[in-house]
């Protein structure tokens, strides 16, 4: 590559950083020369070349003269002689020739140019033939003689080429300068001969450096080439000319370069341009660039104005200190030791330093350019933000993309669940036991809405005008209703419900409906009822209705729950409670009794507990005086009268003791709800009577006046009653009247009306206090401390009293003041005894003759000795014979076996067989002897029970002798 592509080249490519700036210089570049070009004019110049394009200077002095001379202006031709490798005067003729030929048929030329000494040569021993009048410039003409002569020359002048010889010694000694030698390459041709010569005088100025030469003329190439590897790597070599050896092989300068390339390690130096940058490190250099540019630069002149004959020759070669910047480098030599104004190539240079001529222009493209970039760097970072922008606008896409898609798939999601809901809702609705409705109330709200009143008129409204609500009714849309519907109004199917809608309306469901459109005229989307239906079969429905309807859809849900078992059940249970009501009052009332019962009960507790210290009292006071009196009774020679006297005793404590008994008995039998009441006509005034006499004798000895006033008609005689209870009446309150009076008087009064008999039984006694009027008649009252004015019994009388009087159906009251008296009256029922009433009135004993009279046969059976004893003793005067027997089957034996038996005294409770089936047994075989039924058992059932088995009388222990008596004479129809 020539030299003028290696500037040009490098230069677009360190410019061509983008192929937008490379394009755009290239374009001013050519514009720049076009313009130059067309102020100079058009010039027709002719370039003869000693030698050939294949010469390394060749190029280097065109390029020199087009640096100069503008392409487009200057027409230049070139011609060349080829004299390195044909010189001689038939190449010499030939070329004349042919330049001849080629002047003759083209235009004149306006000059001509010569490089080196051949061409200039040529040219002069030509000038008058060929180049008349033509201004001839020459260059790189070593013959100095010759170009100077050209002085005297009126159309010729130039520049001589001279090598810097001792310049370029003294730079390599100076360059390297611990070396001692230096060395010259030169051949046989005459410019290196002449060069060498010049060597050898520099040599004579420079005694301190050997100078030696390699003479390749003189060798082989193979021993110059080992003479070259031969030389010391830091010994500057000088090559002068080296183009053939002695064998006369030639080479060029390229094959030349080569070989010193491959075999020198040392510096080597030149005198000429052309090697380097191609291995040459550098040297005051021939540049046959500066020679061509030189030769057109006088020519230019010229052009301008300048006469040629007025330009002397320049006798000073235009050489330039040269180095390569790469050998440079590879021998370690800086630039400062380098001599002043060194041009050092392909040295990196900057971009100002190499292309400070166009630095104008590049300041003027880089304002330009700055401005364009500015621009395209404000558009840049426009860019740059918009794309930020652009990217977070894309990441917020694609953010908001992802969100998208994320809420499409859950709306995806929803939709799914929606048609599953959907699906769920339509089996809930079907299946649903409630009544559930469909329906659309868009007709019927657009209806309510054209209701011409005031909202709060619309009830009224509504009331007035029923056709309107019928209206309302019919604007139902019903769209679906389930099968709970179905069941429950008895409808075969969808179409009869809707067919028979109206049945299925009473008086309440038709206000329900009424209350349902004003809630809808109101807006209001839920509505909840209590309601009636009827079923299409006519039962009625009881049942709360929902209403739901959806805002826009005007879609409703009605919804119908059956509460008919619930009504049922709410009345059923309504009934129950007051039933339970009822039963806690009753259940109240009773834990009210059995709270005072409980109280009563633990009264009588504590009464009974007093009791039974009274009656251990009341027992031992009168056994006391039995057991006392019958010891007394045992002495011997005890008189008559005191004997007596002490019988009585003894005879009143057993009484005493037996009252008490009585009373307890009979207590507790009322207690136990045992007595039962015999009813039996009675002569009441007998009865009174009777009384009277009983308790007379008793008053007279304490001196009390007992009077009787009875003021009962004849017709009022007979009663119906029970005597032994009356008697009891009778007997207690008598008894008290005495025991609690001490002086004064006791009045028996008995009076009777239609219904009553009234008995008052008033004395002067201690009387009762107030208090107390009340506890008397309860039991065990006299055992209580607190009844002071107690005397001795056992306080069961007037609790025994009170209630037979009950029994008998009548009532008992007392008045009463301390220390005056107290008043006891007593109000029995009259019944009248019915006609045919047997009169079961005992015969009384009478005077007792008939039965002193009569002598019987008696069977006494008893397993309890003393009673036997007893009895004996009793009937002693009124037996022929008297059997006994201990036990039933004895009795019964005895009776078989004696037929004479009149009276049979049966004990009960025996051994071996008891009294009840021993009579029972005896009366299969003997009807007629009379039995008397003895025992300690005194109950009325056992009474019952010994009549029951048999027995004629009954007669409880202990016996009194006149009672036996008594019942005897009864039986056996005794007066
Ligand atoms: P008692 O058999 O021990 O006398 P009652 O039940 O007959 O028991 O009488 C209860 C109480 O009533 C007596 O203890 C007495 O205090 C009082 N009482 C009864 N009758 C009279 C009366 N006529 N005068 C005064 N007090 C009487």
């Known amino acids: 590559m020539n030299t003028f592509f290696k500037t040009i080249v490098p230069q677009t490519t360190a410019l061509g950083s983008t192929p937008f700036l490379r394009n755009f210089l290239l374009l001013l570049f050519f514009s720049l020369l076009m313009g130059l070009s067309a102020l100079a004019g058009s010039k027709h110049v002719l370039l003869i070349s000693s030698y050939n394009s294949g010469f390394p ?19 230049l031709d ?158 500057p070599v000088l090559l002068l000319s080296a183009y053939f050896d002695s064998t006369g092989q030639v080479v060029d300068f390229g ?43 006088i020519l230019q002149g010229m052009w301008l104005g300048e006469k040629i004959e007025e330009i002397a020759v320049n006798s000073t070669s235009p050489n330039r200190l040269m180095f390569d910047y ?46 364009f970039i500015l621009v395209l760097s404000y558009n840049f970072f426009k860019q740059q933000r918009i794309k930020r922008i652009l990217v977070q606008q894309n990441k917020d896409f694609e953010a908001l993309n992802k969100k998208h898609l994320k809420q499409n798939e859950q709306l995806s999601a929803a939709q799914i669940q929606l048609e599953e809901n959907e699906k769920r809702f339509w089996h809930l609705f079907e299946n649903n036991p409630v009544s559930l409705w469909e329906e659309d109330f868009t007709e019927l709200i657009s209806c309510v809405k054209q209701v011409p009143c005031a909202y709060e008129d619309l009830p009224k409204y509504l009331d007035d005008n029923p056709g309107f609500v019928q209206k309302c009714a019919e604007a139902v849309t019903i769209t679906e209703i389930n099968k709970a519907t179905l069941k429950l109004f008895g409808a075969k199917n969808k179409n009869d419900l809707k067919n028979n809608l109206s049945v299925t309306f009473n008086k309440k469901s038709l206000e329900t409906f ?44 009605v919804a119908i729950v059956d509460t008919t078992i619930i009504k049922q059940t709410q009345e059923e249970l309504s009934n129950k409670l007051s039933e339970l009501q009822q039963s806690e009052q009753e259940l109240k009332s009773i ?102 006499e009983f308790f007379k004798p008793e008053a007279t000895s304490k001196n009390i006046d007992f009077r009787m006033q009875q003021h009962i008609p004849e017709a009022y005689n007979l009663v119906y009653t029970d005597k032994t209870k009356l008697d009891s009446v009778f007997n207690n309150l008598l008894k008290n009247a005495i025991k609690y009076t001490d002086k004064g008087q006791i009045n028996l009064q008995a009076t009777v009306n239609n219904e009553n008999y009234t008995f008052v039984v008033k004395d002067t006694g201690i009387g009762i206090p107030e208090n107390r009027l009340e506890a008397i008649f309860e039991r065990f009252v006299q055992a209580d401390i607190a009844d002071v004015n107690a005397k001795e019994g056992a306080g069961l009388g007037l609790a025994i009293t009170q209630s037979y009087v009950k ?40 005077n007792g003759e008939q039965m002193k009279n009569a002598k019987f046969t008696i069977l006494i059976s008893d397993d309890d000795h003393v009673s036997i004893e007893l009895l004996k003793v009793f009937l002693k005067d009124y037996s022929k014979k008297i059997i006994v027997t201990t036990n039933g089957p004895d009795a019964i034996k005895m009776a078989k076996n004696n037929n004479d038996i009149d009276l049979i005294l049966m004990d009960i409770k025996m051994p071996e067989m008891n009294g009840f089936e021993a009579t029972q047994q005896i009366r ?37 002798k006149e009672e036996l008596l008594a019942q005897i004479s009864k039986l056996f129809s005794l007066s």
């Open 924 to 960: 299969a075989f003997n009807n007629s002897v009379k039995i008397i039924a003895q025992t300690a058992f005194a109950r009325p059932e056992d009474s019952r029970k010994a009549m029951a088995a048999g027995c004629n009388a009954f007669i409880a222990k202990p016996i009194l």
């Open 326 to 371: 790469e050998q440079l480098v590879r021998f370690g030599i800086t630039e400062r030791t380098l001599p002043n104004k060194s041009i050092i190539i392909n040295k990196p240079v900057s971009f100002i330093t190499k292309y400070k001529a166009f630095l104008g222009w590049f300041l003027a493209i880089i304002v330009v350019l700055t401005a």
């Open 514 to 557: 009424k209350k349902l459109l004003v809630a809808l005229a109101n807006n209001k989307l839920r509505f909840i009822q209590e309601t009636e239906y009827v079923s299409l079969s006519g039962e009625r429905i009881f049942a709360i209705l929902y209403v739901f309807t959806f805002e826009k859809l005007s879609k409703s849900i």
């Open 78 to 235: 070139i011609e060349c002689m080829d004299s390195k490798r044909f010189f001689t005067a038939e190449s010499n003729r030939l070329f004349k020739e042919l330049l001849q030929y080629k002047l003759a048929n083209t235009r004149t030329y306006d000059a001509i140019i010569t490089t080196d000494d051949n061409a200039l040569n040529f040219v002069l021993d030509n000038q008058a033939s060929l180049f008349a009048g033509i201004p001839v410039v020459f260059c790189g003409v070593n013959d100095i003689a010759v170009a100077l002569n050209q002085n005297s020359n009126p159309l010729v002048t130039g520049v001589v080429e001279a090598v810097s010889l001792k310049e370029t010694v003294k730079i390599m000694v100076n360059l390297f300068p611990d070396t001692k030698t230096v060395y010259a390459i030169v051949d046989g041709t005459s410019s290196g001969q002449g060069d060498l010569k010049t060597y050898y005088k520099v040599a004579e100025t420079m005694p301190n450096v050997e100078f030696k030469e390699i003479a390749l003329h003189k060798t082989t190439y193979n021993s110059y080439k080992q003479q070259l590897q031969a030389i010391p790597e830091e010994t």
């Open 57 to 75: 200077t060749f190029f280097q002095q065109v390029e020199g003269i087009k640096s100069v001379l503008d392409d487009k202006n200057v027409v």
């Open 255 to 297: 094959q030349c370069m080569q070989l010193l390339n491959e075999n020198l390690k040392a510096p080597l130096f030149h005198l000429w341009e052309h090697g380097l940058g191609d291995g040459v490190l550098g040297g005051k250099i021939i540049s046959h660039y500066e020679q061509g540019k030189f030769a057109a630069t």
């Open 807 to 846: 029994m008998l159906g009548g009532k008992i009251r007392v008045t009463s003041t301390e220390g005056e008296g107290s008043e006891f009256t007593v109000d029995i029922p009259f019944k009248r005894p019915s006609q045919n009433t047997k009169n079961h009135k005992f015969t009384a004993v009478g």
């Open 591 to 692: 834990n009210e009794q059995l709270v005072a019962a409980k109280d009563q009960a633990e009264e009588s507790d504590r009464l009974k507990s007093a009791f039974l210290a009274n009656m251990s009292h009341e027992i031992r006071t009168p056994m006391n005086g039995i057991m006392g009196f019958a010891e007394l009774l045992s002495e011997p020679q005890l008189e008559t009268e005191l004997q007596q006297s002490y019988i009585s005793i003894i005879q009143k404590s057993g009484e005493r003791m037996l009252a008490t008994i009585n009373d307890i008995i009979d207590i507790s039998k009322i207690h136990a709800g045992q007595v039962k009441v015999n009813f039996e006509q009675i002569d009441i005034v007998e009865e009174l009577q009777t009384v009277y």
